[in-house]
């Protein structure tokens, strides 16, 4: 079974540029998640999507990040424009359906993001 | 809002030794899960164990095991016989079991600031 997708694996950008991110989850998976870790942190919830419906999107900071679920599939997290403070490495999860509490998140493998 | 505090920064152990890792949190819910994630410098985050709240016997995976505390709010993972590849990060997570009549889902997973584990050989 295929593992959650995301690219680019590294992406450095200078302050007030925009960049974006995608994300493929596991086949079959209803729920998709995308997390900022900051170093040093644990990773925070960005915004949740139950196929293409947002969830929970409460710390997304949407004057300058945005997400789409096109389909239910593929996901997109878009930063603009880009801080100092937006230096981290994106998380991308999904899961075969929130609607179980205990379910089991498989992360891929991020992408980190320097903003100079 | 629940907070989840891990107090150790870093651990250190040699190979075959035990090593346990402490997570607390706070909350007023009587019914919650909690996890303890590995991420290894790869940084693929990955699920090592789970725990429901209303369960009181302690979860186990193979060398993985928890101590759950549920009146103390406290939630350690102890690593036994310790191999070079369990050297990583290792968070610690609540997620509410009480569904969010707003959103019609479960509670975010909130992490703690994490332990990385150094393993010697």
């Known amino acids: 079974e295929a593992g959650v997708a995301q690219s680019p694996r590294y992406k450095i950008i200078e302050k007030r540029q925009s960049v974006a991110f995608w994300c493929n989850p596991i086949?079959?998976?209803?729920?998709l998640y995308w997390y900022q870790q900051i170093l040093g942190q644990g990773p925070k919830l960005l915004i949740q999507f139950q196929n293409n419906g947002v969830v929970d999107d409460s710390q997304l900071p949407k004057d300058r990040f945005s997400a789409e679920r096109l389909k239910g599939v593929d996901s997109t997290l878009k930063i603009q424009p880009a801080k100092l403070e937006d230096s981290a490495v994106y998380l991308c999860?999904?899961?075969?359906?929130?609607?179980?509490?205990?379910?089991?998140?498989?992360f891929g493998p991020g992408t980190r993001l320097l903003v100079l | 809002a629940q907070t989840v505090t891990q107090s150790q920064p870093e651990m250190s152990v040699q190979e075959a030794e035990t090593v346990t890792l402490s997570c607390t949190y706070d909350?007023?819910?009587?019914?919650?899960?909690l996890f303890w994630y590995k991420q290894p410098p790869s940084r693929q985050m990955i699920l090592v164990i789970r725990?429901?709240?209303?369960?009181?016997q302690n979860a186990t995976e193979n060398r993985f095991s928890v101590n759950f505390q549920k009146a103390a709010k406290s939630f350690s993972l102890k690593i036994s016989d310790s191999q070079l590849g369990d050297a990583a990060m290792y968070f610690c997570a609540y997620r509410s079991a009480i569904l969010m009549a707003t959103t019609d889902s479960w509670g975010k997973l909130q992490f703690g600031a994490g332990t990385q584990v150094v393993v010697t050989p």
């Open positions: 086949s079959g998976h209803a729920t």
């Open positions: 725990q429901e709240a209303y369960k009181q």
């Open positions: 909350t007023s819910e009587s019914d919650y899960y």
């Open positions: 999860a999904s899961s075969l359906d929130s609607n179980r509490g205990f379910e089991t998140q498989y």
